[in-house]
């Protein structure tokens, strides 16, 4: 937290403590509601909370509401009568409401779409009914537009009249009678245009769009190529029926970001903070990973049993003691090439078309690093390792190329496998750590004691 925040934060606790509620609501109407409903959340218990949202300005109370965690949006609305009710969700953009509403248990929504208008509330069922990874569930339908036989005058007059409950009145968009998507123009473009011009004279033909039941990960990252604050949404008859706004993308990219950070570490995702996660949760989204970590490391036992009376035989046990190196190096190289291609994925810079030259470019890549790595190895061995242990240069020299292959196999298999789970549309992040672990110890442990001992016995 900022100096200036932490300053903030207790001239509000001040007047809150010693009553002065005049003064808390001149400091109020200066902070972000991100940094009230932080303070909220922070500083003060669930009574408390209840209170102080009740001593919010009204054109406040509203956007507060949408920043504050989900559980505790719930305490509040339990605590609201239907009045403080009806006036927080009027106040809200319909995408926010669907936000929340999706976050309460039914008796919550029920009581939320009681006191909602009725044309909002048919709005907000058929947001409802869009898939959860859809751009439409993530669109608002708090749009405006007019026709394109509409002059700049009567543009900027229907912007007046409707504009104030809108989500964004900077870009417009024109539709015919059918509500077909036709174009869209900015306020700057009719600003900078005389006010008899007719907006199809400067209205934009060529329109990026997003499709109702397009990944909403993938509409976020338009976002991100086309640096646009809006985005119009068409049904499959290209007719227009909502916009997703660059607040709902960047929530989408953070939401995911973490979704894909959580499956790569062998977590189930889990949208709750940390902090508001119970411990049960959080052993329920860690355990069913590890459990199968576990029955499938049974794998490198049954390998290592195999082999282990063998290993000692040739070499009493030198080459045994080399098999966590071997393996935790291959594993990590292997982790490097999947976060990277994993990435690459979630950006659009790689698709399965592009595997033959992904699998190129890591097996170099991993020649190079295996090659440092095993030249490393063999130096450390003979010379340093040496002095207090007995290894032959054979054995260094059967440990470092292994050690290049390993790395070589690990790369390549760290490359291919979220290629492959993309095509056969799995989440690539899930394969990334638990599967390829197991994978890459498997394979550095056959290729390890099968030619150890072939060279040596």
Known sequence: ??????????????????????????????????????????????????MFFRLLPKELASDVFV???SDSQEKLIKAFTDKELKAVIDDMYLDDTVDVIEEMPANVVKRILINSEPTDRRMINELLKYPDDSAGSIMTTEYVSFSASSTV????????????????????YVTDRKKKLIGVV????????????????????????????????QAAFKF?????????????????????TVDDAVDVIQEEATE??????????????????????????????????????????????EYESKLFAISQGVLYAFV????????NAGNQTSVTVIRALALGDVTFKDVFRVILKELLVAFLIGLTIAVAC????????????????????????VLLITVMMAKLVGCLLPLVAKKVKLDPAVVASPFMTTIVDVLSLIIYCSMAIALLA
């Open 1 to 50: 937290m900022t100096e200036n925040m932490q300053i903030a934060f207790e001239k509000l606790s001040f007047c809150f403590e010693t009553r002065k509620f005049a003064d808390l609501r001149i400091i109020l109407l200066d902070m972000e509601p991100y940094d009230i409903a932080s303070y909220m959340e922070e500083t003060l218990d669930d009574k408390e909370m209840i």
């Open 67 to 69: 920043e504050i965690p």
């Open 153 to 172: 005058e009567d543009a900027f007059d229907r912007i007046r009249r409707t504009g104030l409950n809108k989500e964004t009145i900077y870009t417009c």
């Open 186 to 217: 900015t306020v700057k473009d009719m600003l900078l245009a005389d006010k008899s011009e007719l907006i199809a004279h400067i209205m934009e033909t060529s329109v990026v769009t997003l499709n109702t039941h397009e990944d909403k990960e």
């Open 224 to 244: 991100s190529k086309y640096d646009f604050l809006a985005l119009p949404v068409v049904d499959n008859e290209g007719c227009l029926v909502g916009i997703v």
């Open 260 to 305: 894909d950070m959580q499956k790569m570490a062998a977590v189930l995702p889990n949208e709750k903070p940390y902090l508001k996660q119970s411990v049960f949760s959080i052993w329920k989204a860690r355990v069913p990973w590890l459990l199968l970590l576990m029955v499938s490391a049974t794998f490198t036992s049954m390998i290592l049993s």
């Open 324 to 331: 966590p190196m071997l393996m935790g190096t291959a594993g």
């Open 378 to 401: 063999f130096l450390k061995l003979y010379f340093i390792d040496n002095l207090y242990n007995e290894i032959t240069i054979e054995v260094a020299i059967i440990v470092s190329v």
